[in-house]
């Protein structure tokens, strides 16, 4: 006679117990505290230390610094008032410490503990051949990045992270505009309805994001990566207005109130005054023969301010740029495009053929741009756009070029053909095959005969040296 067997599960040991025939084991209940299984903290590498009244002393974690190595205590925040909210906070920052001691082991860079400004610092004290211009203009936006950081209590460069850089970028697009203040001294600006032109944004998060690009590369910077960068600073969507130019008209004004700028002039002696004689001194520097220059060749302003005689041979019509240009590289400036520039080049040098062929700081042509607008009814212009109107009629004007336009319009400028189709060349309708030169083709041959007239006829103006007096 064969014996049934049947076969059941211990829920408890997780193995099989037989019962045959009339023998029958009965299911024996393990004790609960052997039941469950025994629990780590939940989390590892924190420890929640109690506070210390007699100190003042709150709620404090301890745990191992991933980056330093380094024994560390960290202060609760006073919103952590319940324990379910400190073991969050606890679990919270061991899964970050063991995601840190992951990334370290996976080659990222330690945290250094330096202030953001020493690092900012580190990376102008690294970059000491870019142009004092240049230094300017990323001192301004790293200024206001520091002074940002400031404010939202980071304090070390390891604190930057992909969300901050984009609260940073909040920050700056809704900024205002600020405004010359009414009636204040001359500097001062108020903030007004208006917010910042997208254009204006990007350039300081263009380099926010070449500083730190740097900073990551050098192993600097702890939690950030490029693509945080590429992200958190992304660059805001700038409005396609067209690439600006003036048209010959905007042309004749602009020279024409240059003119009219150079041959203003005032009774500089009392004896003029009670004589009622017309003014004799000059009030301004002369900027037309300059504003010619820069619209007939192309140069960005620097460029212009910064050619010295010893670059310009007017046998062979050209003008050699060194290195130091902002692209780093040297090209040949023709004047052969413009043969009214050539003779006006001729009557500048027979006055003074040493040194710079202007001697105009980036100061005062820059002050004297504001004044032919504001004064002289010239039309609202920029260095950039007298550039950017060169190339369009180096490159419309059938007659110069040829079918070599746009790369022989490119070459001359200082770029690439890519980037003067992007940002430099607009349509110019109407330029007769007959013209030859640019200053045909932009129909200013009358202005330009009258710049080089004024050229040989006004005397040269001493600059005044103060530095003797300020001494005394």
């Given at each position: 006679m064969s014996t049934s067997k049947s076969t059941s599960s211990d829920p408890a040991r997780g193995s099989e117990v037989q019962a045959g025939g009339s023998e029958v084991q009965k299911y024996q209940q393990v004790p609960a505290a052997r039941r469950r299984k025994r629990r780590g903290r939940r989390h590892p590498g924190v420890v929640l230390l109690k506070p210390d009244p007699a100190r003042r002393i709150g709620w404090r974690a301890r745990f191992t610094d991933p980056d330093s190595g380094k024994v560390t205590k960290e202060t609760l925040d006073a919103s952590l008032s319940t324990s379910e909210l400190r073991e969050d906070w606890a679990v919270d920052k061991s899964q970050a410490l063991a995601k840190r001691g992951l990334e370290l082991a996976g080659g990222a860079p330690k945290a250094t503990g330096s202030t953001l400004k020493d690092a900012i610092d580190r990376y102008y004290a690294d970059h000491t051949r870019l142009s004092a211009s240049t230094i300017g203009l990323y001192k301004t936006a790293t200024d206001k990045f520091i002074e940002w950081a400031g404010g939202t209590g980071i304090k070390t460069i390891d604190e930057l992270t992909r969300a901050r850089l984009a609260a940073f970028k909040t920050s700056r697009s809704d900024a205002a505009l600020n405004a010359p203040a009414a009636k204040q001294k001359k500097g001062k600006r108020k903030p007004t309805a208006k917010r910042r032109s997208p254009a204006t944004v990007n350039v300081e998060l263009r380099t926010v994001r070449a500083v730190l690009s740097y900073l990551i590369g050098i192993q600097v910077v702890a939690r950030l990566s490029t693509d945080d960068l590429k992200i958190g600073l992304k660059p805001l969507e700038e409005p396609d207005e067209g690439i600006e130019i003036l048209k010959r008209p905007q042309l004749r004004k602009l020279l024409d109130a240059s003119l009219a700028h150079d041959s203003d002039k005032f009774k500089a002696t009392r004896a003029e005054h009670a004589a009622g004689t017309d003014p004799t001194t000059h009030r301004y520097?002369?900027?037309?023969?300059?504003?010619?220059?820069?619209?007939?060749?192309?140069?960005?302003?620097?460029?212009?301010?910064?050619?010295?005689?010893?670059?310009?041979?007017?046998?062979?019509?050209?003008?050699?740029?060194t290195a130091t240009t902002k692209t780093r590289k040297a090209r040949d400036v023709l004047l052969e495009v413009s043969p009214a520039l050539a003779k006006m080049l001729e009557a500048v040098n027979e006055r003074s053929s040493e040194g710079s062929v202007f001697g105009l700081t980036r100061g005062e042509a820059r002050a004297a741009q504001r004044r032919l607008v504001a004064e002289f009814d010239a039309p609202v212009f920029s260095?950039?756009?007298?550039?950017?109107?060169?190339?369009?009629?180096?490159?419309?004007?059938?007659?110069?070029?040829?079918?070599?336009?746009?790369?022989?319009?490119?070459?001359?400028?200082?770029?690439?053909?890519?980037?003067?189709?992007?940002?430099?060349?607009?349509?110019?309708?109407?330029?007769?095959?007959?013209?030859?030169?640019?200053?045909?083709a932009m129909?200013?041959?009358?202005?330009?005969?009258?710049?080089?007239?004024?050229?040989?006829?006004?005397?040269e103006r001493q600059r005044v040296d103060r530095s003797a007096n300020l001494a005394m």
């Open positions: 520097s002369p900027v037309a023969p300059f504003i010619a220059f820069v619209l007939l060749t192309g140069m960005r302003l620097d460029e212009a301010l910064k050619v010295e005689w010893g670059q310009v041979d007017l046998e062979s019509g050209e003008i050699h740029l260095w950039q756009v007298l550039r950017q109107t060169c190339g369009s009629f180096l490159t419309n004007a059938p007659g110069i070029f040829g079918a070599a336009s746009a790369y022989r319009s490119a070459k001359q400028l200082g770029h690439s053909v890519a980037v003067a189709e992007d940002y430099y060349l607009e349509v110019v309708r109407d330029i007769s095959p007959e013209a030859k030169s640019l200053e045909a129909q200013i041959e009358p202005q330009m005969a009258l710049i080089m007239k004024a050229v040989g006829s006004r005397p």
